[in-house]
């Protein structure tokens, strides 16, 4: 079964507008953290923002929050006011248990457009 | 600090080649992690390593072998190429341990094999 899936295989969004990127994730550890990535063009991969599982608040980093919905096992990622440099692939991981040793599992991607 | 590296860029390979990914960082990282990443898949796991001498499999690692002799270095070999095996590979360290622990990654390896 898919750990973290993400339904949005594409997304258009117009330039200074907020756009929501879905993920939804599966497990049964009460300890986890969830990631957001995104890859441009050039490959690279960024680190955008971080939940815990423990976290009270939701994470925000900037333009970038997370929707953190634990009983729905939800983490969207919010974008505010879009710039053309957001057009990229965004993944959304998760990282299960609470020491050594655990692994990293990645979501399929949505590849996010920003249009002047 | 250089944070992630990696080498080569970029390699082609004939079907039943071998050769070894370098990856290497320099943050005293415990952590470190070798992905392949498909279209269409996201990153899939290879091996990972929680330290010095300690290496496990991850979700994909059929056709690879690793091994940690330092904390800084964690290269990748291809035993015999196929073209399976086509596809971009990103290496990432992190400070492992509990909770809060970004992983970087370094800027990929993109692998063709013929």
């Known amino acids: 079964a898919q750990k973290i899936t993400q339904t949005q295989p594409g997304m258009f969004v117009q330039e200074k507008e907020a756009v929501t990127l879905d993920c939804t994730y599966d497990t049964s550890d009460p300890s986890y953290g969830l990631f957001w990535y995104k890859q441009p063009s050039s490959g690279e991969m960024i680190f955008l923002i971080y939940q815990g599982s423990y976290d009270q608040q939701n994470a925000t980093e900037g333009r970038y929050s997370l929707n953190f919905q634990k009983a729905r096992k939800s983490a969207n990622l919010v974008i505010s006011a879009s710039q053309l440099g957001d057009s990229a692939m965004y993944f959304c991981?998760?990282?299960?248990?609470?020491?050594?040793?655990?692994?990293?599992?990645f979501g399929p991607g949505t590849r996010l457009s920003v249009l002047p | 600090n250089a944070g992630v590296t990696q080498t080569p860029k970029f390699q082609v390979l004939k079907t039943g080649q071998s050769m070894t990914l370098q990856c290497a960082q320099d943050?005293?990282?415990?952590?470190m992690s070798w992905y392949r990443q498909d279209p269409g898949m996201g990153l899939r796991l290879i091996h990972y390593s929680v330290g010095a001498g300690i290496t496990d499999q991850g979700e994909v690692p059929n056709g690879y072998n690793v091994s940690r002799s330092t904390t800084e270095d964690f290269p990748l070999r291809l035993l015999s190429a196929a073209p399976s095996q086509t596809s971009v590979y990103f290496c990432a360290s992190s400070i492992g341990g509990f909770g809060y622990n970004e992983q970087f990654f370094g800027p990929g390896t993109r692998l063709t094999v013929l």
């Open positions: 991981a998760m990282r299960e248990g609470g020491g050594y040793g655990q692994n990293f599992v």
């Open positions: 943050m005293n990282h415990e952590y």
